[in-house]
């Protein structure tokens, strides 16, 4: 795993580093954020292994992290997430408690 982290002094700083990541063209999995609040758009775009906070605690764990609820409602308001399709099988349907 590798990790790109840097501190946003920018908003654009979350897109450059995401970037950069990318440009890299990595052959293992790689993490790309920028700290504070104005990289936290980094940690929406970031794919894998985001580091993410709790609503419960009391402070986040680092400047800018979210919750991961907070990173899944940016990305579906934003179209980041993947259509999915779900299928249900079996009859009578209408009695399946899913």
Request: no cysteine.
């Amino acid at each position: 795993l590798a990790k790109f982290v840097g501190v946003a002094s920018d908003p654009l700083h979350a897109l450059r580093v995401n970037t950069a990541a990318s440009a890299a063209k990595l052959a293992i999995p790689h993490v790309a954020l920028a700290m504070g609040n104005l990289g936290r758009m980094s940690r929406v775009l970031n794919l894998i292994m985001t580091p993410v906070t709790h609503p419960k605690l009391p402070v986040a764990a680092a400047p800018g992290q979210l919750s991961a609820q907070e990173i899944m409602t940016a990305r579906k308001a934003f179209g980041y997430l993947p259509s999915r399709q779900f299928y249900l099988f079996g009859t009578p349907i209408e009695q399946s408690p899913s």
